[in-house]
């Protein structure tokens, strides 16, 4: 049997004729930038995120620059990021000029809103003058302590953008994600659990003021046409890709569920494999399951085991923010943030998306039952 890491095509079939059609609608009115499809698409989201306000992008990347842009993160200021995650979420940082300051992960891979505080206290007043924001990202779909977090933001003054390129749909006490700080940036890159057929993402918001900055700044500054007044970039989404996403907007309620029913398979039947930490979910959560991520010692092996059996696996990620060369200037160590750098050499994605089967789920578990069978 072959496990595919995501399978893009399957959901494709399943929604062609609609998909299709959407797409040539866009073909027929032209509309390539923004137009009635993006427009459709950000009153659903916003709708689905219950957020007063959504601007559709051209990515998640994007979006993240965008919310810190709008927001006044200058250059000089410092932003408190997790130093397990995607590097965009640290780029943005560094695209207004600013620094990332890391802080380790906790054993849900979430930011340790502990290790945040201590840093916190630590930090002279002079530092924490310079201190603007904190960016929590809702890793694989499980929102951080945003409690804390939105406490710690409020107590220093913080602007909390929420990344939450994994997590749409979440929830943190019944609460969707994104709209718990100050502004919520998605990414819809063809993989995340809602996906476009190229590059795009949103910012959601209910604070009135940023979102017309950010209308501005996407669109080259302009209200109207070749009137700027402010300067801004071209973060705008494309036609095809708000056609794509308004359609699957109808199913991604649905698609949640399945990716947490299969994630319930998944945790339910490796219960009894000692060698497996499955992933835990906290009291009042509603963990989207982007990625659903095991840890074992032997990592590498179990990896190889799988891909010689047809499973495609990932890491997610290989390499804590603070050991890539691109940070290499912060002047960090290896040793600073343990319990990020013990991840990455255990965890291991396992295929996840709505369209997995059972006898998939049941194969990998298998797999994975037999390659500890083979090392006892
Ligand atoms: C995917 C992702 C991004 C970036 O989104 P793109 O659309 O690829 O630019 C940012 N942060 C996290 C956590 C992501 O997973």
Redesign the pocket.
Same mark, same amino acid.
């Given at each position: 049997m072959i496990v595919p890491f995501v399978d893009l095509k399957t959901q494709y079939q399943n929604i062609k004729p609609e998909i299709d059609l959407a797409i040539q609608e866009v073909l027929d009115s032209a509309a390539f930038i923004m137009g009635p499809k993006v427009k459709e698409f950000e009153e659903g989201f916003a709708r689905l995120h219950e957020a007063a306000y959504c601007i559709g992008t051209s #990515? $998640? @990347? *994007? #979006? &993240?620059h965008l919310a810190l842009w709008a927001a006044g993160i200058q250059p000089g200021d410092k932003v408190i990021v997790p130093v397990n @995650? %995607?590097?965009? @979420?640290a780029e943005?940082v560094s695209l207004c000029g600013a620094e990332p300051v890391f802080i380790d992960c906790d054993d849900y891979y979430n930011l340790d809103v502990s290790k945040l505080r201590q840093k916190l206290s630590a930090m002279s007043a002079k530092e924490r003058t310079r201190l603007r924001g904190i960016i929590p990202? !809702? &890793?694989y779909g499980q929102p951080a302590d945003m409690d804390e977090i939105m406490a710690l933001a409020k107590e220093y003054n913080l602007l909390l953008v929420e *990344?939450?390129?994994?997590a749409h749909c979440a929830r943190f006490n019944g609460q969707p994600v994104g709209t718990l700080g100050l502004v919520g940036?998605? #990414? %819809?890159?063809p $993989?995340?659990n809602l996906g476009a057929y190229g590059?795009? $993402?949103a910012v959601i918001t209910n604070d009135r003021r940023l979102y017309e900055a950010m209308r501005l700044i996407h669109d080259h500054g302009a209200p109207v046409r070749y009137q700027h007044d402010v300067v801004g970039h071209n973060y705008r989404m494309e036609g095809i890709q708000g056609a794509v996403l308004a359609v699957k907007l109808n199913y991604i309620s649905a698609w949640t569920r399945m990716r947490q029913e299969n994630a319930n398979l998944y945790s339910q039947w490796l219960q009894d494999v000692t060698e497996v930490t499955v992933p835990r979910i906290k009291s009042g959560r509603t963990h989207s399951f !982007?990625l659903y991520v095991i840890r074992v010692k032997e990592r590498d092996a179990l990896m190889k085991y799988l891909a010689d059996h047809g499973i495609s696996t990932g890491l !997610?990620y290989p390499v804590p923010l603070h050991l890539q060369k691109a940070y290499a200037h912060l002047g960090y160590q290896r040793g600073d943030f343990p319990v990020a750098e013990k991840m990455a050499k255990e965890i291991l994605s396992l295929p996840m998306y709505p369209e997995l089967t059972e006898e998939q789920i049941r194969f990998v578990v298998d797999q994975i039952k037999n390659f500890f069978a083979s090392r006892r």
């Open positions: #990515s $998640g @990347t *994007d #979006s &993240l @995650t %995607f590097i965009a @979420t943005a990202v !809702h &890793l *990344d939450c390129a994994q940036c998605f #990414s %819809f890159y $993989g995340k590059e795009a $993402g !982007h !997610h």
